[in-house]
């Protein structure tokens, strides 16, 4: 077994962090050169299909990872379509509308969902400060929205949000389902394989093979082409190897919970390369931390069922602290 070393898991979850949140910024500027939000949703999954079906061949046991059986075919269909096309297509429609950081709140609300479905769903038990989670996360997003005054957030941004939360939850019900026969490596491979695919057919019905003309413009000054390249590498593939890297050297609830700081990171980023557009208000902010903190209260209400015997890391957790810090989804 590999020694467990907790500062290089730290800094392994903190540097996906910041590479995530990075590409929130790289994918408005995507977004703004005239790729719509499913056409980013394809380059994205394609790409990174292609980039971990090149890795799981090269490391061991190469192709025998990857292989499938029909009985598995409806979870990772689902579970591709569901965390890995329809909520970063919905993060990209929300943050094309909104501030990166507003947006990035709004998903972040799924962990809650989940410990949420796992009281009333599943029956587990949970600790009271489940109830002290709901009500500060409620109460942030009053504030972030500036729920007093006249509503200032775009109304189709804030329903995207909304729904890449409740999908991310499923999401990660899925995933956790999907870890139990398969590594993570091989589970994400087909997950972006099905967003791939159902990023094809969404265009061939919708668009057919034109409208490709930005990817050879600049925005911001940057070529479109090296954006996308960068949403693919360094905002997908290398991110989520560095959170699955990190669960082997801290627990998974640890990793969601320091994987919290990228809507920080996040607004942040926009806030200095994007300008004004991108700046939160003191009230905002507040209800952004007060979110976070509902949040992390969520994440550790559940109670672990002592049953004397060693039990591996829970999958739920596992799956939700890799993709918190993504648009994977992002």
Sequence with gaps: MTNRNPVLGVAMVLSAGLLFAVNGTVSKLVLRAGVDAPQLTLIRAA???VGLLVLSLLLRPGARRLRVTPGQLPLLIGYGLAGFFLVPMLYFIAIARMPVGIALLLEYTAPLLVALWARFGQ???V??????????????????????????????GVLAGLGAA????????LGAHGVRNRDTLSLTTWAFAASAAAGLLLRAITHGTAGWEPLTTTSNGIPVALLCGYVILLGSILPYLLV?????????????????????LAATVAWLTLGASEALNTAQLTGGLLVLAGVALAETARITEPDGTPKAPQPTPTITATTASQPSTR
């Design 166 to 173: 409740v999908l991310l939850a499923a999401y990660y019900v």
């Design 123 to 125: 029956r587990q038990r």
């Design 47 to 49: 790409g990174a299909f």
């Design 244 to 264: 699955a890297a990190a669960l082997r050297h801290l627990p998974a609830t640890s990793v969601g919970i320091i994987g919290m700081i990228e809507p920080v």
């Design 127 to 156: 600790r009271p400060r489940l109830w002290a989670g709901l009500a500060l996360s409620l109460v942030g997003l009053a504030c972030v929205a500036e729920l007093w005054g006249q509503l200032k957030l775009d109304g189709i």
